[in-house]
């Protein structure tokens, strides 16, 4: 089992910024991806980006250029710096972490607001 505890959202105004942080713990954790995702209130949860333990990234066209993943393997920690925050950015978001098995875990979510 993985559990997964995300932290560091909250209420800012357009264009500010925010670090949402993750770790990861249990045993035997073998993590291969991590990953964000949100789900604003009506819509589909959707990916924001991933980080492959190569250290490769990828994201959505939406937050490319504006967001940042890393992630700290010898914490278990991933991170997501968000800029430029706009009032689209608005949802919960929420950690996930892949295996190497395949075994897929999410957090509880955190919420992001964007709003004046």
């Known amino acids: 089992q993985v559990q997964l505890v995300e932290s560091g959202g909250g209420l800012v105004q357009p264009g500010g910024s925010l670090r949402l942080s993750c770790s990861a713990s249990g045993s035997g954790l073998s993590i291969s991806f991590m990953a964000w995702h949100r789900q604003a209130p009506g819509k589909q949860r959707e990916m924001v980006a991933t980080i492959h333990s190569s250290g490769s990234t990828k994201y959505d066209y939406s937050v490319k250029g504006r967001f940042t993943i890393s992630r700290d393997i010898a914490q278990n920690r991933v991170f997501l710096q968000m800029s430029s925050l706009i009032p689209e950015d608005t949802a919960v978001y929420y950690c996930?972490?892949?295996?190497?098995?395949?075994?897929?875990?999410w957090g509880q979510g955190t919420q992001v607001t964007v709003s004046s």
């Open positions: 996930r972490a892949t295996r190497w098995s395949g075994d897929t875990y």
